[in-house]
């Protein structure tokens, strides 16, 4: 691990803010703003997803529920759709209860201090200080997953970024880099150009070296070590499970059931899911249905992060026997599909089967 070195952080701060105003994003629907919860909505969206994927989620989001106020009267199952497709829920859920929790007990006004924002659910560290910094020009650094690519390879980290004392370094690094910077740093710009500059010309793949303001100072790119820093996480095997879903179906509408709130698709609607085949025929026979083989369609695999799921869907049509739903389910017309907050294999699953309907977001 490199020592730190005050010389290696001087002037860091001020190049990257320069090579921000002229090539860094400018355009971005939740720039030019300092309201915390357009801010805030922006950084949850960014967390796990690509910004050309979250600019059209946060602009309908933010159609349906423009402020906090809005979000925190809604029910999950209003909000829950406009997430669906942007994957990891729990996000969502925390939004919502986020949202809830700054209309309790802030009258419905966000925090800006990074140590109030990192006791909201869903929000750490690094999130704190980027809502922090955008809106209010906090001296207070980030450090989210372009940020450390960014440090692994400028400052020479060989162990993965992921590991607690690796990180422990950076967060003084990144401590450092502001601390250092002249008095009037421009926060914004500073945290703006840090994303940029991971998502752009230090990206993963193809860093672009002979462009990047860092270059000179650079440890990985004086080294030939783009490509092998950041060090990838150790590797474990990804479990691999499976599970049987019921597409029963009847006078143009099919029976969905909504998944418990904590967990995989936590609060969203879905098939009825079954870890086999032997639950799903005693599921079937209870409703009085016969599940011939001839009613299995293909598998399909979904990959989470921490699993693989072989999904394998079953057919059936006619199935007004099931006239009594559970608690938990619904009958939802094919033409009501597009509003239901849906996981994005089974959204898939159904778009193929009934192609007119389309089951897209809103
Ligand atoms: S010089 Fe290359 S490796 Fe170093 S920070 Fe810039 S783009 Fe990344």
């Known amino acids: 691990m490199p020592a730190l070195s005050l010389a290696s952080t001087a002037g860091f701060a001020q190049t990257v803010v320069a090579w921000q105003r002229v090539y860094g994003r400018h355009d971005l629907p939740w720039q030019g703003t300092r309201d915390p919860y357009r801010i805030w909505l922006s950084e949850i969206m960014l967390q796990q997803t690509q910004v050309a994927t979250v600019i059209a989620y946060y602009t309908r989001f933010l159609e349906r529920f423009p402020d906090v106020q ?36 802030w009258q419905g006004r966000f925090p800006t201090n990074p140590e109030d924002l990192q006791q909201l659910p869903g929000i750490g560290r690094s999130t704190a200080a980027a809502i922090a910094a955008f809106s ?23 162990e993965h970024p992921g590991l607690r004392l690796v990180e422990q370094r950076m967060w003084a690094l990144a401590e450092d880099i502001v601390a250092q910077g002249p008095a009037d740093l421009d926060m914004v710009a500073y945290t703006q150009g840090m994303m940029d500059l991971g998502a752009s010309l230090c990206s993963r793949g193809k860093p672009q070296c002979d462009a990047c303001p860092l270059a000179q100072g650079c440890q990985a790119r004086a080294d030939g070590t783009q490509h092998l820093i950041p060090a990838p996480k150790p590797r474990k095997a990804i479990p ?59 598998s399909m695999v979904h990959v ?41 294999p089974i959204k898939k699953l159904l778009e193929g089967l009934y192609p007119t309907h389309g089951t897209q977001l809103l």
């Not at 980030?142 to 060989?158: E, M, P």
């Not at 799921?309 to 026997?321: D, G």
């Open 70 to 105: 809005a979000l925190a009267a809604a029910t999950q199952d209003e909000v829950m759709p406009y997430w669906a497709g942007l994957g990891y829920y729990a996000r969502a859920r925390n939004l919502h209860r986020c949202a809830q929790i700054v209309c309790e007990q």
């Open 136 to 158: 209010t020009g906090m001296r207070t650094p980030i450090l989210d997953g372009n940020v450390k690519r960014v440090f692994a390879r400028y400052f020479s980290f060989r």
């Open 240 to 298: 691999e499970r499976e599970c049987h879903v019921l597409i029963l179906e009847n006078a143009q509408a099919v029976l969905l059931q909504r998944r418990p709130s904590s967990g995989i698709w936590g609060g969203l609607w879905t098939l009825p899911q079954f870890d086999t085949e032997a639950e799903l025929q005693q599921a079937c026979r209870h409703y009085g249905l016969a599940c011939a083989k001839d009613r299995r369609m293909a």
């Open 304 to 344: 989470f992060t921490h699993f693989k799921l072989t999904i394998t869907p079953w057919h059936l049509t006619n199935a007004s026997v099931v006239t009594e739903p559970a608690a938990d389910q619904q009958w939802a017309a094919l033409s009501r599909l597009p509003s239901v907050a849906l996981p994005a």
